[in-house]
C-alpha cells in the first residue's frame, strides 16, 4: 500500500533567494548568441558545402547549348570539389518547367539552375507563370553569351539573308521554321526575324532539339534560329547553311558569317545569355562560394578555349551584377515580345 502523502513545505525567503541566484549563474554561464552568430554559423556550413552530389538543373534538353555548357560546368565543379555534379535536363514549355522545378527546391545549394534569357522573357511570353524571376532566386553568375545564328536546308535556294526575304515575299506563308518550343530563343528571334523583315514564316516547334536538327537536316523545315554550340558541327559538316547571326556583333567562331543588320535588316539584334542560379533564400555565404568556383572554372585557358571553340563568349560576373542584369533584361525583352507579336497561352 502507499505511504502516506508527503507534506509540501512552503519555501521559506531564503530558499527562494537561493532559487534566483543560482537561476541567475545558470544564465550567465550560457549567454545569449551574438549577433554574428548566425553568420558565422553559414560560413561553418558553407565551409564544408559541398557534402553530397549536387543535382543542376538545365533548362533544355540533352544536345543543346545550355546542355553543352551545363557539362562542362558540372564535369569541372565536381573535379575541383570531390562531388558528383549531376545534369538533370527538364525541357519543356520553353524553359518555366525547369524553373518552376527550381523556385520549388531546397533552398540548400545542393540544387543549381542554368538557364537561359528565357527566364526574363517567359513573364512576357506566356499568359501564366508559376516563378518570378526575381523573387524566387538566388543570382550566383552570368556564365555565357551565345549568339543565335540563322540557318537553312541546303536545298532553299537562298544562299543571303535578302535572297531569303525575297523568297518569303514570293511565297507567304509557304516556307516553315523550327523551334525547340513556343517560347524559346529560337521562336522568339525568328519572330522578331519576320516582324522586321515584313515576311510570313510557319513556325513548327520542337519538344526535342534532336529531332529539330534532323528535320531541319532532312528537309522536313526550312529554317532555323538555333544557338552556336548546337549548330556548329552541322554547319561545318554542311548539313547546314548559315546565313547570319543574330548578335551586334560577328562570332569569333563563324567570323566570316555577317550579323543579321549587316546582311540586310539594319538594328536587327538578339542573343542569348546562360546564368547560374539558386533557389531564393540559398545563403550568402553558400552562393559565394559558388560564385568564386563557377568564375575561377570559366576563367582557366582550357575552358575559355573549349567554350570559344563552340561559339560561346565566356562572362562570369559578381552574383550582385546578375540580379541587376536580370532586372534590366525584363523590360527590354517584354519589349521584344510587343514588338514581334509573339504570344503562348
Known amino acids: ?21 543560482a537561476g541567475l549563474a545558470a544564465l550567465l554561464c550560457c549567454p545569449e548568441p551574438s549577433p554574428g552568430a548566425d553568420s558565422r554559423a553559414l560560413r ?4 564544408e558545402y559541398p557534402t553530397k552530389p549536387i543535382r543542376l538543373v538545365a533548362a533544355f534538353a540533352p544536345g543543346g547549348s545550355v546542355d553543352l555548357v551545363a557539362r562542362l560546368l558540372a564535369q569541372k565543379l565536381g573535379e575541383n570539389w570531390a ?18 522545378i527550381v523556385a520549388r527546391a531546397p533552398s540548400d545549394g545542393y540544387t543549381i539552375y542554368i538557364c537561359s534569357a528565357s527566364l526574363v522573357v517567359n513573364p512576357s511570353l506566356y499568359s501564366r507563370t508559376l516563378y518570378d524571376p526575381v523573387k524566387d532566386f538566388a543570382p550566383v553568375s552570368l556564365v555565357a553569351l551565345v549568339q543565335n545564328v540563322l540557318v537553312a536546308h541546303p536545298g532553299l535556294p537562298a544562299k543571303t539573308v535578302k535572297e531569303l526575304i525575297a523568297l518569303a515575299k514570293a511565297k507567304p506563308g509557304q516556307i516553315n521554321y523550327a523551334s525547340t ?5 529560337g521562336h522568339l528571334v525568328m519572330e522578331l526575324f519576320k516582324s522586321m523583315a515584313g515576311i510570313d514564316l510557319v513556325h513548327v516547334p520542337y519538344k526535342v532539339i534532336g529531332q529539330a ?6 528537309g522536313q523545315v526550312s529554317l532555323w534560329f538555333p544557338t552556336a554550340p548546337g549548330a556548329l558541327p552541322h554547319i561545318q559538316a554542311g548539313r547546314m547553311r548559315v546565313l547570319a547571326v543574330a548578335g ?14 549587316e546582311a540586310g535588316i539594319p538594328g536587327f539584334e538578339a542573343s542569348t545569355w546562360y546564368a547560374l542560379l539558386a533557389p531564393a533564400h540559398t545563403s550568402r555565404a553558400i552562393v559565394a562560394k ?9 576563367r582557366q585557358p582550357e575552358v575559355h578555349e573549349r567554350l570559344s571553340a563552340m561559339g560561346v563568349e565566356v562572362a562570369g560576373s559578381s552574383a550582385e551584377e546578375l540580379a541587376r542584369h536580370i532586372r534590366n533584361e525584363i523590360p527590354k525583352w517584354a519589349r521584344v515580345v510587343k514588338q514581334s507579336g509573339a504570344r503562348v497561352d
Open 213 to 218: 536538327q534532323a528535320d531541319l537536316i532532312g
Open 248 to 261: 551586334a556583333k560577328r562570332s569569333p567562331a563563324l567570323a566570316e558569317v555577317p550579323t543579321v543588320s
Open 290 to 298: 559558388l560564385n568564386n568556383e563557377v568564375v575561377r572554372i570559366l
Open 83 to 100: 562531388q558528383q555534379v549531376v545534369v538533370d535536363n527538364r525541357p519543356g514549355a520553353g524553359g518555366n518547367i525547369s524553373a518552376e
Open 1 to 21: 500500500m502507499p505511504g502516506p502523502a508527503r507534506q509540501q513545505t512552503p519555501m521559506n525567503g531564503q530558499c527562494m533567494q537561493r532559487v534566483l541566484v
Open 44 to 47: 561553418a556550413g558553407a565551409s
Open 181 to 185: 518550343g513556343s517560347g524559346t530563343s
